[in-house]
């Protein structure tokens, strides 16, 4: 009796090994034609790049003050612009019609990362023989809310000086493309010295600012 | 006539080539998670705009000619 069952386990154990066999054998073949019908080739990796187009408008790409005067015996006037028609000029007698704060819209269907530099700083657009009294800032704000996203600490909602070096300054690391959060402003404030230089009187004075969506 | 030492033998080679087979899986399917690899590609786009004014000379002040 226990012949026939040692024969029995004998022959089970035998049935055993060759059904390991075939199912490792079968594993092996599927998993190596699997792997053709996923990736195209039998060995490395897929690599696909998707190329996205980055998109923005300005649907106001001009703060023009015209011409104006510092008032006389004031040591500098100021010229701010407050989005959309609410700009303010003290000590002076600049016009504030038709000043209006930039506006930037990302319209791609991509966040970028929005940076801004300025060809000029305040001597150079200004040109204040003494050097003092007069300043060029910038103030980028969101137009709808949540709009810059990821910012900077204190880049966002408060005038600071232009950046003229390469590169300008990142205000948003995410620049959103969603409908109703896509627009910023860029809203400009100038000291105007009354030392100005005669070489810059009576003709006008422009700064190019580079927005860079990437 | 069949040793039980024989079966035994036997069914340590199944255990043996089962687990080899479970292995086998398990680590070509874990390569699995690195493919396909999708790299985003974005095209930058630059806007220009300005800031003007006009400083006009202050009116001479101090009375003019006599």
């Not at chain 1, 092996?28 to 190329?51: C, D, H, M, P, R």
């Not at chain 1, 493309?177 to 230089?197: G, K, S």
């Not at chain 2, 396909?36 to 009116?59: F, H, R």
Request: proline residues 3%.
């Amino acid at each position: 009796m226990a012949k026939n069952n040692n024969n029995l386990l004998a022959v089970l154990a035998i049935f055993v090994v060759v059904l390991s066999l075939i199912s490792f054998g079968v594993t092996l073949y599927k998993f190596n034609q699997f792997k053709e019908q996923i990736t195209g080739y039998a060995s490395g990796y897929v690599n696909l790049t998707v190329t996205t187009a980055t998109s923005i408008n300005m649907s106001d790409d001009r703060v023009n003050w015209s011409g104006g005067t510092v008032n006389a015996n004031e040591p500098n006037a100021t010229l701010i612009s407050y989005g959309n028609g609410a700009a303010v000029v003290t000590r002076g007698n600049w016009s504030t019609d038709g000043v209006d704060a930039m506006i930037v819209q990302n319209i791609g269907n991509v966040n970028c990362s929005l940076t801004i530099q300025s060809s000029k700083n305040a001597s150079r657009l200004l040109g204040s023989v003494s050097g003092t009294n007069e300043s060029f800032q910038w103030n980028v704000t969101n137009k709808d809310a949540n709009s810059c996203i990821n910012v900077s600490v204190g880049q966002l909602g408060s005038f600071v000086d232009v950046n003229i070096t390469s590169g300008g300054t990142n205000f948003c690391s995410a620049f959103a493309f969603h409908d109703n959060r896509d627009e910023i402003y860029i809203d400009i404030a100038l000291t105007v010295p009354p030392d100005t230089n005669s070489t810059f009187l009576g003709s006008e004075q422009t700064a190019t600012l580079t927005i860079l969506c990437t | 006539m069949v040793s039980d030492k024989a079966i035994v033998v036997l069914i340590i080679i199944a255990i043996l080539l089962s687990t080899v087979s479970i292995i086998f899986t398990l680590s070509s399917t874990s390569s699995f998670d690195r493919i396909p690899q999708i790299n985003e590609e974005k095209i930058p786009d630059v806007d220009k705009a300005q800031v003007s004014l006009i400083i006009n000379p202050q009116p001479n002040t101090s009375g003019g000619a006599p």
